[in-house]
């Protein structure tokens, strides 16, 4: 029998629904990968495989009936932040230990009423504050994809004198794997392990600075960040309000376009969702992109860039051109200035959420000898440093007298950025080509990234303008780098026109091919 | 700008987050990096530009003032680290 943990969403659901298999053995597929997994890859940190085999079912139940949502009976994977009643929801942090909630997400309700199947939930940066995964208080997520290079061996030709038999040579080609563990980005890190290892169909994550686009970069897998306001923001736990989004991971474009449609909806409870219908994303793939104008910022050219993600950038270029779109050259000045204006706008409205955990509500209380000092001796026991640091630069900036220096100057910068986006918008463009991250994946406790906070933070360079800005942006794998780690391009959309970028995405992923890790585990 | 190591006390505590001498000490630098990096938006001339209040142009959704949740106190404390029916416990804070 086939494995069924590699079919796609969309393989999965013919499959379920012309009863050629059904959603308990897809289930069960999915729980063994996880058993047999998670402990090499630390993607999950609460699996709910009972709940799991109940939904998948009921799920059955339906389409033996011939019904069913949109995705009934697909185990997916959800990203801690998000609240599902009941079940383990800490956004990876000791100060929400123990917390289970009495309400479930808009987001995963909308997915449970679609009928998908919760497989557990996934590792990530605590509070999504990282580009790593490191600082869970989980500890990292292993990527799937090793480094590796490629070794030819040339066989000389054989010819045996006796019987006369020639064997040709040739050169033989093999890939040998370092042991060296990678990130999978961060802060989705989980989410992206997890779909790529085959230990969920698709998952959730959110993404406030690239910690959708980056995980998926780093391990071959489409994430979409939508555009702010696309999804309902209700009962996901907030890291920065005016930037956070949630959207999926996947192992393709169709995926994902399936994935969103669910995952999106007009909802009351979040005062910034849109009202506005959440149209068909699968009907844009396949569409062709004849005609369609691509932008070509040039300050996305950065120094120090690595050859492999400049190749990889014209390749996408020469692949759209060939489907027919205009490549135009842009400017968006502003770009330098997203990423230190972020490192003050989030860390901002994050000491401002992170308020909330004060050991009296839920979660940690770590006893102090009044109500002040048990507030900051919870908070200190409960807080990693990476959150620490954020919350201390919020403060910070928004202390009084700093407020117009830092906040207010950050604000004003982030109104060019967006008016940068506008203006090329504006002149006729469609899509936005850029590479996803400026380099493949590294290597967990990398010594340069420890040392030094912003190095961390660069790895969000060409990912956070598009939070910045409010717009949408889709990560899709592209190619490999000389070490046969996956790289990814993205395309950042007008504002609610995601459409635009799964149909553009899947052109590149027709031209790019598929990109999946040899499995070792 | 940079902070010195009594500022990043002061703010340990505005945070409502306990700080070590050896915690404070390491902060200092950290935060600095920071404050570093972020000196360069200075640059920008911003003279006549807004700031930004809200990413999406949109109006902020009303509803009519009613009551539409509620009675889930027990579901409310039910994740608290103290409680005594259905009240938070805390330190007493009033003598």
């Not at chain 1, 109940?54 to 069913?68: F, I, Q, R, V």
């Not at chain 1, 794997?177 to 994550?205: E, H, K, R």
């Not at chain 2, 938006?41 to 009551?67: W, Y």
Request: with cysteine; proline share 5%.
């Amino acid at each position: 029998m086939t494995d069924l943990t590699r079919l796609t969403i969309a393989e999965a659901r013919e499959k379920l629904r012309g009863k050629e298999i059904t959603a308990s053995e897809l289930t069960n597929a999915y729980v063994s990968a996880i058993e047999q997994a998670n402990p090499t890859f630390n993607a999950y940190v609460a699996t709910t495989p009972d709940k799991a085999r109940e939904m998948a079912k009921a799920s059955d139940a339906k389409l033996a009936k011939g019904e069913g949502g949109a995705l009934e009976g697909i185990p997916l994977g959800i990203k801690d932040l998000f609240a599902t009643e009941g079940v383990h929801t800490q956004a990876c942090s000791h100060v929400l230990d123990g917390f289970e909630p009495r309400y479930e997400s808009t987001v995963t309700a909308n997915l449970w009423a679609d009928g998908a199947v919760m497989l557990g939930k996934l590792n990530m940066d605590e509070f999504a504050m990282g580009s790593s995964n490191e600082t869970s208080y989980y500890g990292p997520v292993v990527n799937p994809w090793r480094r590796s290079r490629v070794q030819t061996t040339v066989k000389p030709t054989f010819h045996d004198g006796g019987s006369g038999f020639v064997r040709p040579g040739g050169v033989e080609e093999s890939r040998s794997y370092d042991n060296m563990q990678l990130v999978p980005g961060g802060s989705s890190g989980g989410s992206a392990a997890a779909v790529s290892a085959f230990l969920c169909a698709g998952a959730t994550a959110t993404d406030t600075g690239g910690s959708i686009r980056q995980p998926a970069a780093f391990t071959g897998t489409v994430g979409i960040k939508p555009t702010y306001g696309r999804v309902s923001r209700w009962g996901t736990v907030a890291f920065a309000s005016s930037l956070d989004q949630a959207g999926p991971i996947a192992r393709d474009v169709r995926d994902a376009a399936i994935l969103l449609k669910s995952m999106a909806s007009v909802d009351a409870k979040d005062t910034t969702s849109v009202d506005l219908p959440v149209p068909d994303y699968e009907a844009a793939i396949g569409k062709s992109v004849k005609g369609m104008k691509i932008g070509i910022p040039r300050e996305y050219r950065v120094d120090g860039m690595p050859d492999d993600i400049e190749a990889l950038w014209q390749k996408g270029i020469a692949w759209l051109k060939d489907a027919g779109a205009e490549i135009v050259d842009i400017s968006l000045p502003h770009t330098k200035y997203a990423l230190p204006a972020y490192y003050i706008v989030a860390p901002a409205e994050a000491s401002s959420n992170l308020a909330r955990y004060d050991g009296v509500r839920y979660g940690l209380r770590v006893p102090g000898k009044d109500i002040i000092e048990m507030y900051e001796n919870t908070r200190a026991a409960g807080f990693g440093r990476e959150v620490k640091r954020r919350i201390m630069i919020g403060t910070y900036v928004l202390s009084a007298g700093y407020y117009d220096a830092y906040y207010l100057q950050a604000q004003k910068v982030r109104t060019l950025i967006k008016r940068d986006f506008e203006l090329a918008f504006a002149a006729g463009v469609d899509v936005i080509l850029t590479p996803a991250t400026p380099s493949a994946a590294f290597g967990i406790a990398d010594q340069d990234m420890a040392a030094d906070p912003v190095k961390m933070y660069l790895n969000d360079i060409f990912t956070v303008t598009v939070n910045m800005a409010g717009l949408p942006g889709i990560a899709v794998p592209a190619g490999l780098d000389g070490h046969g780690l996956p790289l990814g391009l993205q395309l950042i959309g007008r504002p609610f026109d995601e459409e635009t970028l799964f149909q553009t995405a899947h052109v590149i992923e027709q031209a790019a091919g598929r990109f999946q890790p040899e499995k070792w585990w | 700008m940079s902070v010195d190591l009594k500022t990043v006390k002061r703010v340990a505590h505005l945070a409502r987050i306990a700080v070590s001498e050896d915690d404070a000490q390491r902060m200092t630098g950290e935060l600095n990096a920071i404050l570093g990096f972020v000196e360069q938006l200075n640059e920008v001339d911003v003279s006549g530009v807004e700031p930004m209040t809200s990413v999406t142009p949109m109006e902020m959704k009303k509803r009519v003032d009613a009551v539409t949740d509620g009675g889930k106190a027990a579901d409310i404390v039910a994740n608290a680290p103290a409680t005594d029916e259905n009240f938070f416990l805390v330190p007493k804070v009033v003598e």
